[in-house]
């Protein structure tokens, strides 16, 4: 299994087809994604996403939608939309390798945290991301429009 890059960090996709691969791993964690996926996911690229896949042979195991922007508190801060692994391969290292490659590529940016935001009813997720080091530093609010 490797960590491939299918976009390059200048608002490009730049591999398609393992995007299109990863369609279904993608849905596991946001089923409502639209129906054309691939244009919606050229629409976050476009506006500053990343994505990576993590692969072996030619399946799609993980992936994982970051971007890294400047804020007034953090500085670069370097932030994960979206970390999933099949949800057959779980426990086998796919998200570990997605997270060591996400932090590499934050210092490598210059970012000093990388930071995500994890639903409250995903406790499975939280004890995983406990043991890959994360802490919980606040609150995130949300108000519905």
Known sequence: MH??????????????????????????????LPSDYLSAMQGVVKDGGEIIVAIDGQLVKGLAVFRSF????????????????????????????LIAWLEAEARRRGATSLSLESGTQ??????????EGFIIPSFSFRKPL
Not at 76 to 88: A, G, I, K, M, Q
Not at 122 to 131: G, I, P, V
Request: glycine share 6%; aromatic share 10%.
């Open 3 to 32: 960590i491939l890059a299918i976009t390059d960090g200048h608002k490009r996709l730049v591999e398609a087809d393992w995007l299109a691969r990863a369609e279904l791993v993608h849905r596991q964690l946001r089923p409502q």
């Open 70 to 97: 400047l804020d007034t508190f953090n500085g670069l801060r370097f932030y994960v939309d979206d970390l999933v692994t099949d949800e057959t391969q779980r426990s086998q290292g796919i998200g570990h390798a």
């Open 122 to 131: 995903r406790t499975q997720a939280h004890k995983f991301y406990f043991r």
